[in-house]
């Protein structure tokens, strides 16, 4: 069982926008600035899209955006495109360990 | 470009040991933490171990404390991990990953193509 909580999958046609959850607690999503999202198509390493929350790195498209709110933060994917599909992992920085922690994934799939 | 090239997989029996590395370059890899990430077949990514930049603060997931070693060598531009009284559970791809900025141990940035371990009889 993975320490944050995402739903295992999101689903939206081309053009519109979706909307990945990730779940935790004080101790990691709620208590620091240090959300990121990772995109990993089959069989391929996975790669930052959003990190600190809401920041992309440099060659990343606009359509991707992060926040939180509490708990729990979210990943915002606009103007959904087919090279989108893919699974979407959440991490954050954890006191309890003080490195990363994962969520279980989403996989999203654009009909 | 930063550069991370991981090596050592391979099958082993339920019991025996190997070790990972990591090759890093592109970077200043005496100024970064880094991790080691894994993902079983078919399954989602598990932190599995981090260090700092010199190696002072470390780390271990429960699934693999007092089993699993990290280290690392500056010198070397390499990062390791020696697996002891491997199972089965801990057949996945194994991931060395860097963090985004110098001296932070968060933020992971920039992933290699992975190791793959399979433990088996």
């Known amino acids: 069982q993975s320490a944050l909580t995402q739903p295992p999958s999101v689903s939206g046609s081309p053009g519109q926008s979706v909307t990945i959850s990730c779940t935790g607690t004080?101790?990691?999503?709620?208590?620091?600035?240090?959300v990121s999202w990772h995109q990993q198509t089959p069989g391929t390493a996975p790669k930052l899209m959003i990190y600190?929350?809401?920041n992309r790195p440099s060659g990343v498209p606009d359509r991707f955006s992060g926040s939180r709110s509490g708990n729990t933060a979210s990943l915002t994917i606009s103007g959904l495109q087919a090279e989108d599909e893919a699974d979407y992992y959440c991490?954050?920085?954890?006191?309890?360990?003080?490195?990363?922690?994962f969520g279980g994934g989403t996989k999203l799939t654009v009909l | 470009e930063v550069h991370l090239v991981e090596s050592g997989g391979g099958l082993v029996q339920p019991g025996r040991s190997l070790r990972l590395s990591c090759a890093a370059s592109?970077?200043?890899?005496?100024?970064?933490?880094m991790y080691w990430v894994r993902q079983a077949p078919g399954k989602g990514l598990e932190w599995v171990s981090g260090?700092?930049?010199?190696?002072?603060?470390?780390a271990y997931a429960d699934a693999v404390k007092g089993r699993f070693t990290i280290s690392r060598d500056n010198a070397k531009n390499s990062l390791y991990l020696q697996m002891d009284s491997l199972r089965g559970d801990d057949t996945a791809v194994y991931y060395c990953?860097?963090?985004?900025?110098?001296?932070?141990?968060?933020?992971?940035?920039?992933w290699g193509q992975g190791t793959t371990v399979t433990v088996s009889s």
């Open positions: 990953v860097k963090v985004l900025r110098p001296f932070y141990h968060y933020d992971m940035d920039v």
């Open positions: 991490s954050s920085y954890t006191s309890r360990t003080t490195f990363e922690v």
């Open positions: 592109g970077f200043s890899f005496d100024n970064y933490a």
């Open positions: 260090i700092n930049w010199n190696g002072g603060i470390i």
């Open positions: 004080r101790s990691d999503v709620g208590g620091y600035d240090r």
């Open positions: 600190e929350v809401n």
